[in-house]
């Protein structure tokens, strides 16, 4: 882990001359600088949010998952999803990921309801994973075939990665699920946390239509059925009721974010706005 | 450590042995603790292989390993101790032969 930067007297005079001065930006921070079309670099923030904001929440975790194996299995899969959010973002912001990432406010952020809810206990923690890493993997996997060179090349990589976060989610579902009967509840109930995000992920708003009818990107309609049978299948196995349909939760893509995301980003942030250009 | 959670201590205990590329032998490396094989062998993975230390693992069950008793070690090694002939020593190894 990286030590904290030393802070010296022209690093704090420079946090209180800096343009945010310890407050939120305002205005358009970066799309309207950007060179690319609106909708794909929407739906590149939107991608990049996703593993950010995953790979953050992940990171929460370090020092604190139950055992030595899990911290590490978990700091694994939160590094491979900052390592796809680095990509996204910097091709999204002409190389400077940074500043999306650490420079953005909530209302700004793209990323689904699913992966900015907080971890809970280990069961929701897994149970937010299966649903997400399942439906990263059956999107991956198509958009590795889109006629995009950037999407296909990032996802024919991201595609390993992910297939892996899937097995490993699939294989703590069946345990905690068909292990004691304190794991079966906690599994069951984590589950029934995240359900009522899952139709956010096979949303299709204007964006998405326009990226669709040009090819560019997969219809996750498409895989909707599939994803729907796969997490059925690890539910039976793990001996777990499919939980009841809830009403669905929708936004996350136009920046409407449950309470929650404002307090990763305080932590995720404040240092870089703190002290901008910081680095050690 | 959560302190709610088993916290991996009723875990058993698994060892683990890398093939660092293709052609070598698997080496033993450490151990890991997992509820059972298939998660051994991700904790493995995720503890021992994340700067490509290998293409193959192997895993085994701690308590499933035959060892030989230290008390025994008069025995079973010093006997070896004073056969120096047993070394190939007695001839050079060319440099471009690897990996004896």
């Known amino acids: ?280 | 450590m959560s302190e709610t959670a088993g916290g991996g201590h009723d875990w058993p205990l698994w060892e683990v042995f890398i093939r660092s590329k293709g052609g070598m032998a698997h080496r033993h490396v450490g151990s890991v603790h997992a509820p059972d094989s298939k998660l051994a062998l991700a904790h493995a993975r995720d503890t021992y292989t994340r700067r490509q230390e290998g293409v193959s693992l192997w895993i085994v069950k701690s308590g499933e390993i035959i060892a030989s008793d230290p008390a025994d070690s008069g025995p079973l090694f010093e006997p070896a101790e004073d056969k120096v002939y047993r070394h190939p020593t007695f001839y050079d190894i060319p440099d471009v032969v690897k990996h004896i």
């Not at chain 1, 997400?132 to 024919?156: C, I, K, M, V």
Request: a negative charge; charged letters at 25%; one cysteine or more.
């Open chain 1, 1 to 280: 882990m990286p030590s904290l930067p030393v802070i010296e007297p022209k690093d704090v005079r420079q946090a209180k001359i800096a343009p945010d001065g310890g407050v939120f930006d305002e205005g358009e921070p970066t799309a309207g600088k950007d060179p690319l079309e609106d909708v794909y670099y929407d739906y590149l923030v939107r991608l990049g949010d996703d593993s950010l904001i995953l790979g953050q929440r992940l990171a929460e975790w370090c020092g604190h998952a139950p055992g030595l194996e899990v911290d590490l299995s978990l700091a694994n899969l939160a590094l491979d999803l900052i390592g796809q959010a680095t990509h996204l973002l910097n091709q999204a912001n002409n190389g400077d990921g940074d500043e999306l990432a650490f420079h953005r406010d909530v209302l700004d952020y793209k990323n689904c309801w699913l992966v900015e809810q907080p971890n809970g206990d280990f069961g929701r923690t897994i149970a937010r994973q299966l649903l997400f890493s399942t439906y990263q993997h059956l999107l991956y996997r198509e958009l590795a075939d889109s006629p995009d060179p950037f999407l296909s090349g990032l996802a024919a990589k991201a595609v390993k990665e992910v297939s892996y976060h899937r097995e490993l989610a699939a294989d703590w579902t069946i345990r905690l699920g068909d292990g004691t009967e304190e794991s079966a509840r906690r599994m069951a109930e984590g589950l029934d946390w995240c359900w009522r995000f899952i139709p956010e992920l096979f949303e299709v708003d204007a964006v998405m239509e326009e990226l669709i009818a040009r090819q560019c990107v997969p219809d996750p309609r498409g895989f909707e059925g599939e994803y729907k049978a796969a997490i059925a299948a690890v539910l039976a196995e793990a001996k777990l009721e499919k939980p009841a349909d809830q009403r669905p939760i929708l936004g996350g893509r136009r920046g409407h974010h449950s309470e929650h995301l404002g307090h990763l980003l305080a932590v995720m942030q404040h240092i870089p706005r703190t002290y901008p250009g910081a680095v050690w």
